[in-house]
C-alpha cells in the first residue's frame, strides 16, 4: 500500500501534485511517503512528461532464470486480463521490465520501473517494502501514469527469501478499488511463479546432487559440489581441504553459474596442500554449478581430523589456542575458564596430551574428598567444574597449591554466581595461569568449520550432511547460549531426524535459530498471534494457503504478520 489504508480523495492530489512541479508550497494533508517519493524523483532528474518509450538497459537480461520460470505461468494467466484495459508486467530484481502482456494506459512508457527512471509507482515500492503495494493516479510522479492504477507483488526466492522481482497489474484508474481489482490476479501470479522457482530449485540440485554422487561413489574420494549457494563436501574433502580451499572453490562456482568466468579453471591459494580437478555441470542448457575432486600433493599425507571441539580459524579462538599452549609448556597447575558448551573439557583433555588422567568431577558430586595421596606420582587431575566444590574440598585444593605450586593439575570452571572467598582465593591463585576459552558467538566465523566435525558419520552410500547459505547465515546469527554444546545437539538432531535430501535450509531449523536473533518484544497479544501462526505452518507442512485459511485471514495478512514478527523477540 502506498500512504494510509484509506488514501485520500484524488482531486486534492492532482493539485497538490501540480504545485509540487511548480515549485509551490504544498497544502496540507499530502502524505508524506507520496512528497518523500515525488522528491526522490525531482533528485533523481526524473522528467514528468515523459512520453514514448524510455531507453532499454543495455545489460537487460535476455533470458534470466526467473524469466524462464515465470514465462509459461504469466502467459497461462495473461487471458484473465481485462482486454485492452489492463496489462501484466514481470520485472527482474533491478526493475528491469522482462516480459509483459496486455495493454493499460503509459503501460509501454518504460522498459525500466526503477524510480531513477520513471519515479514513484508500485513496483519499485513493492521491491522495497517486500510487500504487494499499490499505485493510484496522481501519486505517480509521470504525466503519463495520471490515469493509471498498478498493483505489484514482490516475488521472493524461495532458498534465501530475497526479493527476485514483481509482478504487477496495471490498468485504468480504479482510485475508488481497494484492494485493486487486479490484486487477487497479481498475487496468484507471484505464488504460481514462486511456486515454478522452486520446483526448479529442486530439479537442479538433484543434478548437482546426482553429479556429486558419481564423483565420489566407488572410493574414498575427496569431492566437493558447488552451485554458488549450496555445497556438498566430502568426508575426505572435510579432512583435506582449509577453509581458504572452499572459500576459493565457492568463488570459482558462482562465476561459472553467472556466466562470468573465462573457464572453470579454479586457482588454489598457495599453501592449499592439495590439487583439484573440476568439472562444470550444466542444466537445462545452463551453467549450474562445479564438481571439484581434490587429492593431495605427492608425498603429502592427508591432514589428521581435529577434535570437534577444537576446530576454528578465528582470531579469539587462536589466541586462545596460542596461549593454552604457552601455558603448557611449563610446570604448574591450570585453570580453564568459558561459558558452558564451550568445549572447556575438550581443550583440557587436549592439554593433558592423551596422559592417563586422573577425572574428578564436581558436577557428579558436591563432596569429592581430594586428599593428599590423590596427587601421588605423576599421574595429573583434571579437575571439572571447580565452581560446584563444597567448601572444605576448595580449602583443601588451596592448601595443596601452596605446596605444591607445580602440580600437575587441570581445573575448568564456569563464571556465574559469585564466589565465595575460599574459591575466589582458587581463581585469584590460577589467574595467571588461566586460559579463557571464547563463547561461540564470539566466533561465528568457525561455525562453517565446526559443522562437518560435529556431524555424525554419515551411513554408506549416503553424502555427508550439507547446508545451504541462507541456514549457514542464520546459524552464524544465533547467540547460541548452549554455545558449542547445543550446535552440535542441533546437527546431531538434523542428522537423524531428516527425511529431505540435499543441503538443510533454513525452513529446517527450529524456530529460535531459523528466525534470527531478537529484535524489539512482543505484546502477550502478538506472541500469541504469532504462536497460532506457526503451528498452523506445522499442521499445514508449510502451506501458508492453508495455513492462512485455517486461521480465517487472507494469505497476504499471513505474509505481512510473518514479516512483521520475523526477528522479534519476547518480553
Known sequence: MTTAEHPPALAPLRQARQRFLKGRPLPDGVPDDVVAAWRRARFFGVRPDLEGPARESADRPVDSPLLQAARPVLARLAPALDSG??????????????????????????????????????????????????????????????????????????????????????SA??????????????????????????????????????????????????????????????????????????????????????????????????????????????HEGRALGLVAVLAPHPGEPAPPRPASSLVGSSVPWRHALARAAGLVRTAGPLLVVGERGTGKTTLALELLDGTAALVVDAAESASVDLKDDTWVGDRPLLLRHAERLAQPDIAALNSLLEERPDVHLVATYTPGTSPGPCLQRFLDTLAARSVT????????????????????????????????????????????????????????????GRRACGPVRRNELPDPVREGPAGRSLSPMELAERSAILEALRRHGGNKARAAAALGIARATLYRKLREYQGSGTP
Open 173 to 282: 484508474l480504479c482510485a475508488g478499488c481497494r484492494p485493486h481489482p487486479g490484486a487477487a490476479l497479481a498475487e496468484a501470479a507471484a505464488m504460481a511463479v514462486e511456486a515454478e522457482l522452486r520446483a526448479r530449485a529442486r530439479a537442479a540440485e538433484r543434478v548437482l546432487l546426482d553429479a556429486y554422487e558419481r564423483a565420489a561413489r566407488g572410493r574414498e574420494r575427496a569431492v566437493v559440489a558447488l552451485d554458488g549457494r549450496n555445497r556438498l563436501v566430502s568426508e575426505a574433502a572435510v579432512r583435506l581441504a582449509s577453509p581458504q580451499v572452499l572459500e576459493a572453490l565457492e568463488r570459482g562456482a558462482r562465476a561459472w553459474a553467472r556466466g562470468t568466468g573465462e573457464s572453470y579453471a579454479i586457482s588454489l591459494p598457495d599453501g592449499a596442500g592439495c590439487t583439484v580437478e573440476v568439472t562444470p555441470v550444466r
Open 85 to 170: 484495459r489492463s496489462a501484466l508486467v514481470l520485472t527482474d530484481e533491478r526493475l528491469r521490465v522482462l516480459w509483459s502482456a496486455g495493454s493499460a494506459p503509459g503501460d509501454d512508457a518504460c522498459r525500466d520501473l526503477s524510480e531513477r527512471e520513471v519515479g514513484h509507482n508500485s513496483a519499485a515500492l513493492a521491491l522495497r517494502t517486500r510487500r504487494r503495494a499499490e499505485v493510484h493516479g496522481p501519486e505517480h510522479f509521470l504525466d503519463v501514469w495520471q490515469d493509471v492504477s498498478a498493483v505489484s507483488v514482490p516475488l521472493l526466492s524461495p532458498d534465501t527469501g530475497q526479493p527476485l522481482g514483481t509482478v504487477t497489474v496495471a
Open 437 to 496: 576459552v571464547p563463547a561461540l558467538r564470539e566466533r561465528p566465523e568457525d561455525i562453517r568449520e565446526l559443522l562437518p566435525a560435529l556431524a555424525p558419520r554419515p551411513a554408506a552410500g549416503c553424502p555427508p550432511l550439507t547446508w545451504t547459505l541462507d541456514a549457514l547465515r542464520a546459524l552464524e546469527q544465533h547467540p547460541w547460549p548452549g554455545n558449542v554444546t547445543e550446535l552440535a545437539h542441533l546437527v546431531r538432531a538434523l542428522a537423524s
